[in-house]
């Protein structure tokens, strides 16, 4: 499956106005008499797994090329994130997360993300969780295509208490990146320009395996 051009604009604009509600009210917590935030700190590795890509390019003759191009991508990479959960109860956090993560095939992007998490005992025990999250990737490396790229992924972990005020989460999850990446020249060395391709969306999925800590 794919997405078009359109519908990476509406998943663009829902993206921005979810990060930026989440701003707010991190914002609006840390003002607030008692703050209820978390500071985290994860390293992860990602196991690309299958891709799917679709482009629609003019050659230097002006003839159109159309690739479709699928299957298994095993493309390794690693993320390292930083950010804050906001505690709305016992069992639940919202997490602000940034950082610097591979994503897709030999990309690289600073990512915004917001991640739910449910504890189903508690946040202050060990315990299981699942945890869903979202957001932008903005690619740090020279790109044909300068549009962020999407980011969602959902998962499970496990917490463990270290101390007190020091926990130790387990996470494991699956990834889909949505993005429009460099698409080799088939005429020749380096890529195609911009002003050369008329379509071209991709979509990337992984396996995820990270180690945080909350303090």
Known sequence: AYITDSEMRKINKQAIILLLTAILMLFGVHLSAR?????????????????????????????????REKGFLFQPSGDILAGVMFKPSGKSGISLMTGYAGIGNKSTAIPLMLRYSYFYKSMSSDGFFNFAESGMGFKIATEIEKVPAIMAGIGVGYRLKLTPEINMDMLLSIRGIFDKPQIPDPEGQGFVDKSRILSNTASFYSVNASIALSF
Do not use: A
């Open 35 to 67: 703050p209820v935030l978390d500071f985290q700190v994860e390293w992860g590795y990602s196991q690309g797994i299958y891709q799917y890509h679709q482009y629609n390019i003019l050659t230097s003759e002006g003839s159109r090329l159309y690739s």
